[in-house]
């Protein structure tokens, strides 16, 4: 699904409220997406929405964030609600398996980890890249496959995301206090910076 490019206002101009607006509205994206992933149904279509209010934070017009993602949750929870379910049968059959072949003999063990290992690592890939071919697309498969498009067109980069969203996940659980504000808005700038720009155009 195409996002809008509208604006009525001019270009941002660095000035100090806009940098305070700027980063009021991610702290406020990164609060309701939080809330959001609370909801395990909401998860998918919370993430896609967080994709959709950074796009506006960009364009320099007035992003009102908590309303635009609950709104936009509202309308894709249809066809995005099993985004969530279907990630945390992953997350745990990832985490499972890897608990299995840590104790198990080498050097069978080894190589089952490294299998495990790379299959978690590209379903974590093509994880943080699908609210981005979410916001862009409609169907499931269709945004599995742009996910795995826009992954697999810019591996550096995509390699270079995924481990930045894990020293900030680390990042977060060292310092909760900060952890709380800042996950949700860690992953979503992460993605934005690594596809959100190429795939959803300029703001």
């Keep these: 699904m195409p996002l809008d490019a509208t604006s009525s206002r001019p270009p941002h101009r660095w000035t100090l ?14 609060i309701t997406l939080l809330i959001l992933w609370a909801g395990l149904l909401t998860a998918g279509p919370g993430s ?12 320099d017009a007035p992003s009102h ?3 635009n993602m609950l709104a936009d949750t509202r309308r894709d929870f249809r ?4 985004y969530g379910p279907i990630i945390a049968l992953i997350g745990a059959s990832s985490w499972i398996s890897t608990a299995f072949w840590l104790v198990a003999p080498a050097p069978f063990g080894v190589i ?13 890939l093509v994880t943080l890249a699908l609210p981005t071919a979410s916001a862009r697309t409609n169907g499931f498969r269709a945004a ?15 390699i270079v995301a995924l481990a ?3 020293a900030a996940g680390i990042l977060c659980v060292w310092i909760p206090t900060v952890g709380v504000v800042a996950a949700g808005m860690a992953l979503v700038e992460i993605a934005w910076r690594a596809w959100g720009k190429a795939a959803l155009g300029p703001a």
């Design 164 to 166: 930045a969203a894990v």
């Design 144 to 158: 599995i496959v742009d996910a795995a498009r826009l992954v697999a067109f810019r591996p550096f980069v995509s």
């Design 48 to 59: 896609t929405a967080a994709m959709r209010a950074r796009r506006r934070v960009s364009q």
């Design 65 to 67: 964030p908590f309303r």
């Design 17 to 30: 409220l806009g940098v305070m607006t700027v980063a009021g509205d991610l702290i406020v994206i990164s």
């Design 79 to 82: 066809k995005q609600w099993s």
């Design 112 to 124: 089952m980890m490294a299998v495990v290992l790379a299959l978690a690592a590209v379903a974590a």
